[in-house]
T-cell receptor
Framework: AQSVSQHNHHVILSEAASLELGCNYSYGGTVNLFWYVQYPGQHLQLLLKYFSGDPLVKGIKGFEAEFIKSKFSFNLRKPSVQWSDTAEYFCAANNNAGNMLTFGGGTRLMVKP | DTAVSQTPKYLVTQMGNDKSIKCEQNLGHDTMYWYKQDSKKFLKIMFSYNNKELIINETVPNRFSPKSPDKAHLNLHINSLELGDSAVYFC??????????????FGPGTRLTVT
C-alpha cells in the first residue's frame, strides 16, 4: 500500500536554529514528492517538489529537500529558521500526474523568537 | 485573482442536514480533488475527478457525493451530516500533464462544524 510517514509530529526550535523534518514514503514505481506548508488559518502552499533529476531540490523561502532513493526519504531542511516559519508541514507523494496525493501526518513546527 | 476558490469559508449546521460546498478553479486544470483535514490536521484524499472520470477513495461514506457541472467546478454534497463530518475540507486542482510544472493548487478550505 502507498504511504507517507513523518516521524516528527511536533518540533520546537529557536530562531536561527537549523531544521530537518523527516519524510519517508512507500510507493511502487516512479514517485513524485512534495512538501507543502500550512500557515495558521491558511491553505496549503507548495514549498518544493521532486520529479526527477538532481535529488537536491531547492524551494521557496530558503527551504530545500533531498531525495534519497535508497532510504525512501525526502527530508526537508532549512539552515536557519525564522519565527515566520511557524506552521504545519506536510510531505506528500503520488506516482503520476493527476493522481491523488498521499499525505504524511504533518509536522507542527513552532519557532520561538 | 484567486486560483482555487471555495464557498462558503465557514459552515455550521445540525446533524441530519444536507449541505454543499462549492469549488471553482480558474487555472484551466483538468483534474480536481477534495481532501478532508481532521482536527489533528491529518489530510486525506476523498475524491479525484478528471474529465468526468471519478475516482473515489473507498473509505469515504456514500453520503458524500462530488458533482462536477464542468471542468472548472467540483462541488461536494453531503447528505445526512454527522458529528464526525466536522473538519476542514480542501478543494485542489492540477494539470494532467506530468513534469516540473505539475503541482496541486489548494483552495482556502471550508471549515464545516456539525452540531
Amino acid at each position: 500500500a502507498q504511504s507517507v510517514s513523518q516521524h516528527n509530529h511536533h518540533v520546537i526550535l529557536s530562531e536561527a536554529a537549523s531544521l530537518e523534518l523527516g519524510c519517508n514514503y512507500s510507493y511502487g514505481g516512479t514517485v513524485n514528492l512534495f512538501w507543502y506548508v500550512q500557515y495558521p488559518g491558511q491553505h496549503l502552499q507548495l514549498l518544493l517538489k521532486y520529479f526527477s533529476g538532481d535529488p537536491l531540490v531547492k524551494g521557496i523561502k530558503g527551504f530545500e529537500a533531498e531525495f534519497i532513493k535508497s532510504k525512501f526519504s525526502f527530508n526537508l531542511r532549512k539552515p536557519s529558521v525564522q519565527w515566520s516559519d511557524t506552521a504545519e508541514y506536510f510531505c506528500a507523494a503520488n506516482n503520476n500526474a493527476g493522481n491523488m496525493l498521499t499525505f504524511g501526518g504533518g509536522t507542527r513546527l513552532m519557532v520561538k523568537p | 485573482d484567486t486560483a482555487v476558490s471555495q464557498t462558503p469559508k465557514y459552515l455550521v449546521t445540525q446533524m441530519g442536514n444536507d449541505k454543499s460546498i462549492k469549488c471553482e478553479q480558474n487555472l484551466g486544470h483538468d483534474t480536481m480533488y477534495w481532501y478532508k483535514q481532521d482536527s489533528k490536521k491529518f489530510l486525506k484524499i476523498m475524491f479525484s475527478y478528471n474529465n468526468k472520470e471519478l475516482i473515489i477513495n473507498e473509505t469515504v461514506p456514500n453520503r458524500f457525493s462530488p458533482k462536477s457541472p464542468d471542468k472548472a467546478h467540483l462541488n461536494l454534497h453531503i447528505n445526512s451530516l454527522e458529528l464526525g463530518d466536522s473538519a476542514v475540507y480542501f478543494c485542489a486542482s492540477s494539470p494532467l500533464i506530468a513534469g516540473p510544472s505539475y503541482e496541486q493548487y489548494f483552495g482556502p478550505g471550508t471549515r464545516l462544524t456539525v452540531t
